[in-house]
């Protein structure tokens, strides 16, 4: 019948706080009862779980940066006695190696939801855009995080994707003496690389929040692809959402942890248990997993700079599939054809990654060339001209199988 | 439709994954042996990493350093303190400069690191017609095939094919990249005597010195898999109270 008086006391402190710095209204508006549709699969899991990725790397990232030294001659010995010196330093540093390819299977993977789903589309153009913005700050930082270790493969890694700057007519050769700061990848290389990799991930934890804020002005999108209209449509976030995203990332972190302990080199190349050598050029230069469908698509044009150019665009092109799909039904799953080019666009793209893992000769290169311009066919033609011949399936009329009233949050049962 | 989707989807990754490494593109492919170590329990044989360390003693540290080791870390081969005080001391380190300014020398102690057999790379390249012998720290982690490849590659020297002409020096190995290799075959049977009895085979000899050099790359390797265990374990309890806490949670949108 009476509140015990701590707990009183604190929700006055909580109300005193709240009126002067609305933190907790804010907290309770935006992460408590925001209305999320009711409908959400749990290919809507990995925003969240993208976000959880993000936090543990720049906490794993703080604690390798105290131990790890940024020189040539230092990093690759300070990266060996964080693995046996450091109490724990293995468990951090594998957490945070196999931590950047967890985050981008976890990316890819809302990045293709987004595609299939139709979340783009208006009026969520601003919040698509925001995540391609934060998708190549994370390939920026990645590269220059696989650079630190300086190990054989960081050291040709960043002499083969900074020289892809060279390119540039007229002033490439200037653009790539100033990004290395000398006249090849060196001290002064290492240095800056370490400077940014510490400090893109808040770059992309600022990045984040518009794209939240651009999230919640409108709210989720849903498989569906319809908007909500009756109220029981939305329920509260908390606690239907924060359980089913803890559920995933239970998920999460058990896959991740099965490499972390049992498969810590999986994803890696031996050639960066080697000190960089900048005589010895390694056999076959490859970059990481997630970098392979790019990098296919740069080896597949025979022209530097077109190599270049096209690469870059296959990212920038995601940019505009808010307006080179004209379609006004968001769904695949109403969108009989779409959906058929959706699956080609994902194997085209799981066809980059395996020719960007292999010498760029003989049939990979032929396959590689191939799927190079059914990327951009996809992209340019396909999607644009898609709206006029699909005849899309009939939309249903709500979020619900059935109707249902509307639900309060979380109390009654 | 999806779930199937899903499914071809890893299946294909996986493979993509898997397929990227490309060990057999020059070399022949290595035999792929049994190891102590393998797998999600596997350990490191206690007295197998005591005899490698013999041989790596007897054998390889002539002219390959392990210089991420230190003296104090053979506790994990299961010798004594003692033991590793004998072994530290029976090597001379570099210990700073005196107060006349000239270097001194001393006995090695259980908190000094292995020292390298060269005072530098020119000597190293000087003394090993022109090669400079790797650290073997890493290099179980560092070459594609791990111990697989090195044993192999301890085991590889066989004649030289006729019409095949080596530099100098070189020997023939078939498993070496390009087959030529600086280094001459470095194992012989009966080259050490091991301590616990053991027949010193060449492919003995091979499998110790392996097993050590593998714990030398990977010294965190049984803590890793053990703490690993816990973890998912506590991982897989919190994932299904998770599933369950979800499905009641959400049977109240049906009600």
Known sequence: MTMPSSEKKKAGFVQWVDERLPVFSFINKELVDYPTPRNLSYWWNFGSLAGVVLVVMILTGIFLAMFYTPHVDHAFNSVERIMREVNYGWLIRYIHMNGASMFFVVVYIHMFRGLYYGSYKAPRELLWILGVVIFLLMMATAFMGYVLPWGQMSYWGATVITNLFSAIPLIGDSIVTWLWGGFSVANPTLNRFFALHYLFPFLIVGVVFLHLIALHQHGSNNPLGIDAKKPGDKIPFHPYYTVKDL???????????????????????????????PLVTPEHIVPEWYFLPFYAILRSVPDKLGGVVLMFSAVFILTLMPWLDRSPIRSARFRPLYKVLFWIFVATCLILGWVGSQKPEGLPLIFGRIATVYYFIHFLVFVPLLNRIERPLPLPESLQKKSVPSVKGGASS | MSRRFLREISIVLFNLLVSDEPCANEQPLFPQEKWSFDQLFGTYDRAELQRGFQVYQQVC???????????????????????????????????????DGNPVKRNGKPSD???NPFVNEKAARAANNGANPPDLSLVIKGRKGGPHYVKALLKGYVETPAGMKLAPGMSYNLYFGGHQIAMASPLSDHLVEYADGTAATVDQMAHDVVTFLAWASEPEMEERKHLGVKILTYLLVFTVLMGLVKRRTWRRLEE
């Not at chain 1, 559920?247 to 960089?276: C, K, Q, R, T």
């Not at chain 2, 002219?63 to 506790?75: D, E, F």
């Not at chain 2, 029976?90 to 210990?95: G, I, M, R, S």
């Open chain 2, 113 to 115: 690191y292995f020292p």
């Open chain 1, 247 to 277: 559920l995933g990332l239970g998920v999460l972190l058990m896959v991740w942890g099965s490499f972390v302990f049992f498969a810590p080199n999986f994803f890696g190349e031996p050639d960066n248990y080697i000190p960089a050598d």
């Open chain 2, 61 to 99: 540290s002539t002219c390959h350093g392990l210089s991420h080791i230190s003296y104090r870390q053979l506790k994990a081969l299961g010798f004594s303190e003692a033991k590793i005080k004998a072994i530290a001391a029976q090597k001379e380190v570099q210990d700073g400069v005196d107060e």
